[in-house]
């Protein structure tokens, strides 16, 4: 159990050296039996211990010292529903945060929009921090892929596990900020749907299975 909450800080505590965080912003969690871990809301990550990291149920309740971010449904909801998912990671990077202030879906410009697991990535509709409205605009971005952006708000990202939810959310602000650059100087040049199949393809068989 003690393991399984130090993973999480110690993930929590990348996510500033890696460009993805400032402050307290953000969350991430990590799935454990039938319920999650997540980190609590307002408190720095420099200054978590173990008994700082709540264990919540899939209905909602949760146990320990500290409350839950606020931002729990979209984690609950993910776990809920899709069993492959063992980790969320959410995060106000900067590139990500001017795509989605733009409420822009980032199209196929660059063949790794596929390691998301399709053609794009979309921007979720926006709705209030921590409400159950911005938890379903959420997962309907997410359907079929594993990352997104969350209109005037940051990125959301879900992994088998917590090394591969902190790579997809480095990975996806890289994307952020490419496309970011990439517009400064024209209109990129997309990728046509056939090419943006042979990549999903390709990528079904590609690293380490």
């Not at 400032?22 to 039938?34: C, D, F, K, Y």
């Not at 602000?173 to 990439?182: G, K």
Request: charged share 20%; with cysteine; hydrophobic share 45%.
């Amino acid at each position: 159990m003690a393991d399984r909450r130090a993973e999480l800080i110690a993930t929590a505590q990348a996510m500033q050296p890696a460009g993805l965080n400032r402050g307290t912003a953000g969350n991430v969690s990590v799935r454990h039996e039938q319920g999650f871990y997540i980190t609590p809301t307002g408190m720095p990550y420099a200054a978590l211990e173990a008994d700082d990291i709540p264990l919540m149920a899939l209905d909602g309740s949760h146990q320990g010292r500290r409350k839950p971010s606020s931002e729990w449904r979209f984690h609950r909801d993910l776990y809920a529903g899709r069993l492959e998912i063992g980790a969320v990671l959410h995060a106000h990077s900067p590139f990500a945060v001017s795509l989605a202030c733009l409420r822009y879906d980032i199209p196929p410009f660059h063949y790794m929009i596929a390691r998301f697991g399709g053609d794009s990535i979309r921007c979720a509709d926006y709705a209030i921090f921590g409400s159950a409205e911005l938890s379903a605009a959420a997962l309907a971005a997410m359907r079929d892929r594993r990352g997104c952006l969350l209109a005037n708000h940051g990125l959301l990202v879900a992994g088998r596990d917590l090394a591969e939810a902190l790579a997809l959310a480095v990975e996806l602000e890289e994307l952020c900020e490419q496309y970011w650059r990439a517009c400064q100087l024209g209109q990129p040049v997309l990728l046509s749907a056939n090419e943006m199949a042979a990549v999903l393809e390709k990528f079904a068989g590609y690293g380490q299975q």
